[in-house]
């Protein structure tokens, strides 16, 4: 039980160009589902939050017009990199919560590569 | 500011001995903490939670330790195999679903 996927696993794109990651719970409702990036050797920096329902809460220095974030429905919340450009290149990853748990289950990640 | 700290040197061991991994932490009163294991190029996989008023606990050949008063974490791995080879992270939460905070994470290398 509590398996995440993402789509893509790897995306490699054009500066300029958008790119949409999608989060889906596979086998439970996610109230919340949380975006990270990871760049190489460093730790997990979260970006957002995202409930179901409503607008997501940015961390600081993460700006909202550039990585938005929509969660439509209990099961899938996407992240668009929008504009994206060769420093927005990193691994993101998603997890999701079920309820009020506070064990997070994470999907495998995307590798993003922006040329 | 918050600060969580691990072992920022990959630590190596021999098969069958049992692996220490630390996590410190300043600046932060965490409700739990939790552990986490990082394959390459893979999304985090959750091991064990351990809540403030939690000494210990366990999860077959897993051991987590939690001293609120040192603001420290021990998490230890018997009986270590070559497949516990990874990246392990720390991350400690507030509790009430509330955002997580990672460590740097350590790397495990268990030799034959």
């Known amino acids: 039980g509590a398996v995440v996927s993402q789509h893509p696993s790897r995306v490699i794109c054009k500066s300029g160009t958008s790119v949409k990651i999608e989060c889906r719970s596979l086998d439970f409702q996610a109230t919340t589902m949380f975006w990270y990036r990871q760049f190489p050797k460093q730790s997990l920096m979260l970006m957002a939050t995202s409930n179901e329902g409503s607008k997501a809460t940015y961390e600081q220095g993460v700006e909202k017009d550039k990585f938005l974030i929509n969660h439509a429905s209990l099961t899938l919340s996407t992240l668009t990199v929008t504009s994206a450009h060769p420093e927005d290149s990193s691994f993101y990853i998603c997890s999701a919560r079920q309820g009020r748990s506070d064990e997070q289950y994470f999907g495998p990640g995307t590798r993003l590569t922006v040329t | 500011s918050q600060k969580i700290e691990q072992n920022s040197e990959a630590l190596n061991i021999q098969e069958g001995k049992t692996a220490t991994l630390t996590c410190n932490y300043t600046?932060?009163?965490?409700?739990?903490l939790q552990w986490y294991r990082q394959d390459p190029g893979r999304g985090p996989v959750f091991l064990l939670l351990?809540?403030?008023?939690?000494k210990e606990k366990r999860k077959e050949r897993l051991k987590v330790t939690f001293d609120t008063t040192l603001k420290q974490s021990l998490f230890h791995i018997t009986a270590s195999q070559p497949a516990d080879s990874a990246t392990y992270l720390c991350?400690?939460?507030?509790?009430?679903?509330?955002?997580?905070?990672f460590g740097t994470g350590t790397q495990l290398k268990v030799e034959l």
């Open positions: 351990i809540r403030e008023n939690e």
């Open positions: 600046n932060y009163s965490p409700a739990y």
């Open positions: 991350a400690l939460g507030r509790g009430g679903g509330n955002k997580l905070t």
